[in-house]
């Protein structure tokens, strides 16, 4: 036990310092990546905004109206491999807490080629949009809507990079603390996008289905 | 897709053409002169000593939170010369521009500005001051001291800390290239719509601004993200909530605002961009677009930061008051409340910026109130301060000066924005020269803490404190000329004088506006005595030498490490046993109670990536300003390959054995062995006197 008592004003006094206080990293980089969320949450929350301000007929410009474009079915399909892929990176975390590397790639991999197919569902929807004529460029409501789709769809990106990366991470350094923390952190990225895909759902494509 | 441009493109140099290279303006052409000039000499200077090898090794790839800290408030120096210069300009066009018989020089009709000019020149000065002065000497200021005052080694982030550093530096570097290549923004520093669209403002100068406002509102993103893990995740033990220096309280605050609004300005500011780049609609007059969700989205940052500027600010104060008044801060849990109560009702008061925009009455009344409102934390605050001084034993060193003064500004500033606050009222002064009057009290109030924060901590940084003479001439002048100024502006903001008139059709307001001048060349000759102040204080460092605690009568933990202080802050980390821990150890003769047991240190290592990411920032920023494609296209590929590589890094730490913490410990004690020039920022030369620890 260092510490403590030897250090001490005269050998009686309070406890001055305290040699070897240690910080949790991992916890430390973790807490940094919730402030981050909350960040990007604020730029969802000022796009979201702006949708609901340029979303109605006026902003239109006697252009499509979100009831053309915003299909809440063809969203679902969309839903359904986005949260796949969630749920198979959920089967990394498992596989991480078992300590079973092999696991951890093949739950990521799994999770990789799913977020490509929604990838790919959410390209064919927009160029069939772009293909009709519904382009961002058509309205100010068009503009909103397709800043949102691409903004959500540029996190699906950055997320599917960042676990080509993890893929070589776990390859090269095995489960170190700094893969951890980053596989940890990589997690709650990828249920936030899925969550902000919630309120797309919900605020954009649903109400597609009543405007 | 992209919008298609008027004029020359080509595809090697985008929009960039010799014609663009202002070399017509003797104006910018002084400017670039003048520029050059100051180049040679630093570039000669630093090659005569010999500076090269520490100014890259020990600075520009440093993460050590207090160099990076001093390189935020050298660049908010430099920004806030620029910014002051821009004043200049300004106040001089004013005065030399009355009345249709006023002649006119350099290709102006009146005056020696044009009106395209003069319009550059005020969007400039406020860009600048805001995001390019105040926020770097407020997140410098904040870098430094956070880490100290709540007993840690360094930042929870320091790569993320000189990253967010170096995008701060390209948004600066962006706007001073304006200045050489191209022109700037005409339409406001908080931007005009739809006058910021492609069809009114065809050239670069928007996208300037656009940009570099980017590149600085993610660095400051980035860096609130680090000052708030820093301070719930790294407190040394026993710095409790209720332990925590009001500092780093106001910190908190303002962090908690940074992270909260910047990305909304973010957003504003990038669907701009799309509307620039890419033809959308957002905030074109016609075609579904909106011009109100531009002002509502860009105020909703713009009000915020002006309080992520000014609680530091407060903050800054609330330390130097108790130190001078020999006394704790009088209600520190008010302070708290009242800091975070100011953050909160940030985010409730933007409209106050365009009553006049025809919002329904009630919603004009609800802002009316919310800001009015902000004035019940603040007036606590200033009684706080006031009860601190009520029978404290008061010395008026200089920081205390500057901070008092702040506090009559303060007040002159609040009350006139309470004036404003009445949404009647605001229908009478609404873009008169008398809000700008108001914000520039405040603004000012913001100066004043920040020259009394330097004053005050610069013997904690640099281990010597700064002369005192010079310093009370630059702040007396420096006083006068803000009186001198702002007291006929808001008279003129009465008579009904609207802001940036680069014309002036009444020649009775001609006296009132040269007084201006009277008041703006007083202010360049206080900044003379600031300069005589820091060479004075350089030469002299040796007598102003001081010890841990530089003025005798300091609280707070920063005080108890060495002045300079150690690259890894405290040898030990302390164990926090008050509010003021200093005075608690003073208290009971425990100034001297060094460690007994050392340990080992580790520290990240320094790294030029950061430096990297900015440079590519810039260079991202300036290719997308001209639309040079294949640029913006590599530029981004190399950011993110430099993300991933620095991922695959290791070995970013090192670790100093506990016996050589020990050994600097006792030289620096004995006094005898100068520190290494690396371990401190900006070098010691001269051993340590005084007292002790």
Same mark, same amino acid.
């Given at each position: ?39 990007? !949450? ?52 498992? !596989? ?14 799994? !999770? ?100 | ?141 904040? /870098? ?81 993200? @680090? ?27 303002? @962090? ?33 677009? /909106? ?163 330097? @004053? ?87 007598? /102003? ?149």
């Amino acid at each position: 036990m260092k510490g403590a008592a030897g250090e001490t004003a005269g050998g009686l006094g309070p406890v001055m310092w305290r040699p070897n206080h240690g910080y949790d990293d991992v916890s430390t980089k973790t807490l940094g990546f919730w402030l981050y969320m909350l960040s990007d !949450a604020m730029m969802f929350t000022a796009l979201f905004a702006a949708y609901a301000v340029l979303g109605h007929a006026m902003n239109a410009a006697g252009g499509p109206l979100p009831g053309t474009v915003a299909h809440p079915t063809h969203a679902f399909t969309e839903t359904l491999w986005l949260f796949s892929s969630v749920l198979a990176y959920g089967g990394a975390m498992i !596989a991480l807490k078992k300590g079973n590397r092999v696991g951890v790639m093949a739950g990521i991999a799994v !999770a990789l080629l799913v977020a490509l197919g929604f990838l790919g569902s959410d390209l064919h929807e927009v160029t069939r949009l772009f293909a009709a004529g519904a382009t961002p460029e058509r309205s100010g409501y068009l503009s909103a809507f397709f800043a949102l789709v691409f903004y959500h769809g540029l996190h699906v990106i950055v997320g599917v990079a960042w676990m080509l990366v993890m893929l070589g991470q776990v390859a090269v350094f095995g489960l170190s603390e700094a893969v951890v923390y980053r596989l940890l952190n990589l997690r709650l990225f990828w249920h936030f996008q899925a969550v902000m895909w919630v309120f797309m759902f919900t605020f954009v494509y649903l109400r597609g289905a009543i405007i | 897709m992209l919008v298609h441009i008027d004029g020359p493109w080509s595809p090697l140099l985008g929009r960039l053409a010799l014609t663009e290279i202002p070399y017509k303006n003797p104006i910018l052409v002084g400017t670039f002169l003048f520029a050059v000039v100051l180049a040679v000499v630093l570039v000669g200077l630093t090659t005569y000593f010999g500076f090269w090898r520490t100014l890259w090794r020990d600075w520009l790839t440093s993460v050590d939170h207090k160099k990076i800290g001093i390189m935020y408030i050298l660049i908010g120096l430099v920004m806030l010369f620029r910014g002051f210069i821009d004043a200049v300009m300004m106040r001089t066009q004013q005065a030399m521009a009355v009345g249709p018989h006023s002649a006119g020089y350099l290709d102006a009709v009146h005056g020696y500005l044009t009106p395209y000019h003069f319009d550059q020149i005020y969007t400039a000065h406020g860009t600048i001051m805001i995001l390019f002065a105040a926020t770097p000497l407020l997140v410098g200021i904040m /870098n430094i001291l956070v880490p100290l005052q709540i007993g840690a080694r360094d930042m929870a982030y320091p790569y993320l800390n000189a990253v967010s550093l170096w995008l701060t530096a390209a948004g600066a570097a962006l706007v001073m290239a304006s200045l050489f290549i191209g022109d700037f923004a005409h339409a406001g520093w908080f931007g005009i719509v739809p006058v910021m669209e492609l069809p009114y403002s065809p050239g670069v100068g928007v996208d300037y601004w656009m940009w570099a406002f980017q590149l600085s509102s993610i660095g400051t993103t980035l860096g609130g993200i @680090n000052l708030l893990a820093t301070i719930v995740k790294m407190r040394a033990p026993g710095m409790t909530w209720g332990r925590l220096p009001i500092f780093t309280w106001a910190s908190l605050s303002a @962090n908690l605002i940074s992270l909260t609004t910047f990305p909304v300005v973010t957003v504003a500011l990038a669907l701009l961009a799309l509307d620039r780049y890419l033809g959308t609609h957002f905030y074109t007059a016609g075609l579904g677009g /909106n011009l109100m969700l531009y002002n509502d989205l860009f105020w909703i940052w713009g009000h915020p930061e002006v309080y992520f500027v000014i609680l530091p600010a407060f903050g800054m104060i609330s330390e130097i008051i108790p130190t001078f008044a020999e006394k704790p801060l009088f209600g520190y849990m008010g302070m708290v409340v009242a800091s975070l109560g100011i953050a909160g009702v940030s985010w409730g008061v933007w409209l106050h910026h365009f009553f006049t925009m025809a919002a329904a009455p009630a919603v004009n009344a609800f802002f009316s109130i919310t800001t009015m409102a902000v004035g019940i934390p603040t007036g606590v605050k200033v009684f706080n301060w006031a009860f601190t001084m009520f029978r404290g034993r008061l010395r008026f060193d200089l920081p205390m000066m500057w901070a008092s003064a702040a506090l009559f500004f303060l007040l002159v500033g609040g009350l006139t924005g309470m004036m404003n606050a009445f949404a009647t009222n605001d229908y009478m002064v609404h873009n008169s020269v008398f809000v700008v009057a108001h914000f520039h009290m405040m603004l000012l109030l913001i100066v004043y803490a920040i020259f009394g924060g330097v @004053n005050y901590w610069f013997p904690k940084v640099f281990g010597f404190r700064l002369e005192q003479r010079f310093g009370r001439m630059f702040f007396w002048l420096f006083t006068a000329g803000t009186a001198v100024v702002f007291v006929p502006m808001f008279t003129l903001g009465f008579m009904g004088m609207t802001r940036r008139l680069d014309y002036v059709a009444f020649p009775q307001w001609q006296p009132l506006l040269d007084i201006e001048v009277v008041g703006i060349v007083i202010y360049v000759l206080s900044a003379a005595f600031l300069v005589a102040q820091l060479y004075v204080s350089l030469r002299d460092r040796a007598q /102003n030498r001081v010890g841990a605690d530089a003025w005798g009568t300091s609280r707070s933990l920063e005080w108890i490490t060495h002045s300079p202080v150690p690259f890894y802050n405290f040898a030990v980390t302390p164990e926090v046993h008050a509010r003021d821990e200093r005075s608690w150890r003073h208290e009971r003769g425990l100034d001297d109670a060094a460690p007994v047991v050392y340990e080992d240190i580790h520290m990240p290592c320094k790294t030029a990536i950061p430096l990297g990411l900015g440079a590519l920032g810039f260079g991202l920023a300036f290719a997308l300003v001209w639309r040079i494609w294949w640029l913006a296209l590599l530029c981004s590929g190399a950011i993110v390959a430099l993300i991933v590589i620095r991922a695959f890094m290791t070995g970013t730490s090192y670790t100093i054995p506990a016996r050589d913490v020990e050994k600097m410990e006792h030289d620096r004690k004995r006094g005898a062995a100068k520190p290494a020039r690396a371990q401190v920022p900006g070098g010691s030369p001269a051993p340590v006197l005084g007292g002790g620890t």
